[in-house]
């Protein structure tokens, strides 16, 4: 199921205006910019995201304020098998 995954986000990816990508896993959401993988340095089943603000969207917010900001990472790395959804940035309505 996760190969289908990651190969989705790669084919819809050349066909979107932007770069940038949305994903949710569990009670993350995660953006940043979708990693090329036209010159062969991605993994398969291995989403690779620079420049991410994670997200954690809990049910009981403790620190509403902390969670709105979240953490910024250099890059990350994402298993596909663990994506719950997706969007780019050119389709989301909101911030």
């Not at 205006?17 to 993350?28: A, K, M």
Request: with cysteine.
């Amino acid at each position: 199921m996760s190969d289908k995954i990651y190969d989705a986000i790669y084919k819809i990816a050349k066909q979107t205006e932007s770069d940038v990508i949305i994903i949710w896993t569990g009670h993350l959401k995660i953006q940043g910019l979708l990693l090329d993988c036209e010159d062969s340095k991605c993994l398969n089943d291995i989403i690779t995201l620079q420049d991410v603000t994670v997200k954690c969207h809990k049910h009981h917010k403790e620190n509403e304020n902390e969670e709105n900001q979240g953490k910024h990472f250099k890059w990350i790395n994402i298993p596909s098998c663990k994506i719950d959804a997706f969007t780019f940035k050119c389709c989301s309505l909101d911030d």
